[in-house]
Structures are given as structure tokens and as C-alpha cells.
């Protein structure tokens, strides 16, 4: 069974202290890794695909890359509009209609 | 372009009680979603609609039903309410193509006493 484990449950940063959220995956192949940031009494907002073990993606203080058992979201710098929860979610490779296996989320936020 | 569009909002129903949760996409979307979302356990796949006519069990189907009334609109009926599905909706709707990222409307918060 696909499964996504997301640590730590909430993290709380200062603002320009960098750090990294995992989230660990059990998929029989990936099709695809992706990263959500949601906004409370918001929908999830898409960040990024991941395909491939040694891909990465950037976009303004959130870099996200992926092995084949693990992606980490690394935050650099991060300013208080970072704060969210941040979602991971894999699709097996045997899918082919878009069903995610979607993790807890990890809780951001950052004070200034 | 307002993207993904759900309503209502806010509900509250009695156990029991049936209601339909609305979601329409102005994208031009094929498939869209439903999920529930529900403190320590993430979103869970309700039910699908890979096109327009066909609709599939998700991960927690049970006590839901679904109607793809169109391309654009995708509904959840609750036949009879239970507090087991006082939770946050969201209908999701992607594009045809290779890069699966889905697009989320703004939730429905709903509460069965």
C-alpha cells in the first residue's frame, strides 16, 4: 500500500532561519512527487513536481528535491508570508488518472 | 478566470440529513476530485471523474455519491449524514496532459451533529 509520512508534524522558525521538511514515500514506482502549500481556510496550492531520483526545483525560498525513498522541501531564508502547511503527495506509476496519496503535512511558521 | 469554484462554504447538517456539495471549473478541465480532509491524516481521494460521463471510487467512497453533471461541474451527495463525515471538502479539478498537477477550489467546511 502507498503510503507518505511527513516530519516533523509543525516547525517553527525565525525569520531567515533556513531549514527542511521531509516527507518519505512507499509507492510500488513513482510516477510523480508533488509539493502543496495550503493557506488555512484555503484550498492546497500547487508548488512542484518531481519526477526522477536527483531532480530538484526551485521557486523564490523553496527548493524541493528527491531520492528514491525521500524528497526534502528546504526553505532558505524564510520570511513570515512562508508560514502554511506544506503537503507532500506521490502518484504510483501504475496510475494514470491523477490519484494521490497525499501526507499529513508539515505546519510552517515563521516569526519575525 | 475564477478557477475552481465550491459551495457551499459553510454547512451544518443534523445525522441523517442529505445535502450536495457543488464544485464547477472554468478551465476547461477532464478530470476533476473530491476529497476530504480531516486534522492528522491529510487529503483522501473520495471519488474521481477522469471525464466528463465516467466517475470511480477513491480511497474512502463509502456513504458519498457523485454526479459529473458536465465538463465543468462535478457534485457530492451525502444520502444521509453521519458525524464520521464532519469534515473539510475540497473538489479538485486537472488538465489532460502529462504533468498531473491538480487545482484545488476553496473548501467546504461541514459539520454533522
Known amino acids: 500500500e502507498d503510503q507518505v509520512t511527513q516530519s516533523p508534524e509543525a516547525l517553527r522558525l525565525q525569520e531567515g532561519e533556513s531549514s527542511s521538511l521531509n516527507c518519505s514515500y512507499t509507492?510500488?514506482?513513482?510516477?510523480?512527487l508533488f509539493w502543496y502549500r495550503q493557506d488555512p481556510g484555503k484550498g492546497p496550492e500547487f508548488l512542484f513536481t518531481?519526477?526522477?531520483a536527483g531532480e530538484e526545483k526551485e521557486k523564490e525560498r523553496l527548493k524541493a528535491t528527491l531520492t528514491k525513498k525521500e524528497s526534502f522541501l528546504h526553505i532558505t531564508a524564510p520570511k513570515p508570508e512562508d508560514s502554511a502547511t506544506y503537503l507532500c503527495?506521490?502518484?504510483?506509476?501504475?496510475?494514470?488518472?491523477?490519484?494521490?496519496?497525499f501526507g499529513a503535512g508539515t505546519q510552517v511558521v515563521v516569526t519575525p | 478566470n475564477a478557477g475552481v469554484t465550491q459551495t457551499p462554504k459553510f454547512q451544518v447538517l443534523k445525522t441523517g440529513q442529505s445535502m450536495t456539495l457543488q464544485c464547477a471549473q472554468d478551465?476547461?478541465?477532464?478530470?476533476m476530485y473530491w476529497y476530504r480532509q480531516d486534522p492528522g491524516m491529510g487529503l483522501r481521494l473520495i471519488y474521481y471523474?477522469?471525464?466528463?460521463?465516467?466517475?470511480d471510487k477513491g480511497e474512502v467512497p463509502n456513504g458519498y455519491n457523485v454526479s459529473r453533471l458536465n465538463k465543468r461541474e462535478f457534485s457530492l451527495r451525502l444520502e444521509s449524514a453521519a458525524p464520521s463525515q464532519t469534515s473539510v471538502y475540497f473538489c479538485?479539478?486537472?488538465?489532460?496532459?502529462?504533468?498531473?498537477?491538480?487545482?484545488f477550489g476553496p473548501g467546504t467546511r461541514l459539520t454533522v451533529t
Open positions: 503527495a506521490v502518484q504510483a506509476a501504475t496510475d494514470s488518472w491523477g490519484k494521490l496519496q
Open positions: 509507492v510500488s514506482g513513482l510516477r510523480g
Open positions: 518531481l519526477y526522477s
Open positions: 478551465m476547461n478541465h477532464n478530470s
Open positions: 471523474s477522469a471525464s466528463e460521463g465516467t466517475t
Open positions: 479538485a479539478s486537472m488538465p489532460q496532459g502529462a504533468s498531473y498537477e491538480q487545482y
